[in-house]
């Protein structure tokens, strides 16, 4: 199973982007997907996590009511939707995909929030 994520990019405070991963091989069933991110001299921390069995989704604070993630059960992709992007959101997002053969994770997408 192999995981590649899209849709980084440079935007202005209180814009948006669109995160895409997906997920591609044979014989897999995904169970869970999160994204985490990473700025320069931190550590990686989880953003979002949704768990395909009901959907339910849980965030980290800072993101509270400005990030959504969701999940397209026929595509095999788990987006991040980032609205109301602040300078401190800048970082290397990463995807992971938690399935049945393991947990995989994609090579990053750089995220700068700047004007």
């Known amino acids: 199973v192999q995981v590649r994520e899209s849709g980084g990019g440079l935007v202005q405070p209180g814009g948006s982007l669109r995160l895409s991963c997906a997920a591609s091989g044979f014989s897999f069933r995904i169970y869970s997907g999160s994204w985490y991110r990473q700025a320069p001299g931190k550590d990686r921390d989880l953003v979002a996590h949704i768990i395909k069995a009901d959907s339910s989704t849980n965030y980290a604070d800072s993101v509270k009511g400005r990030f959504t993630i969701s999940m397209d059960n026929d595509k095999n992709t788990v987006d991040l939707q980032m609205n109301s992007l602040k300078p401190e959101d800048t970082a290397v997002y990463y995807c992971?995909?938690?399935?049945?053969?393991?947990?995989?994770w994609g090579q990053g997408t750089q995220v700068t929030v700047s004007s």
């Open positions: 992971t995909i938690n399935t049945n053969v393991g947990l995989r």
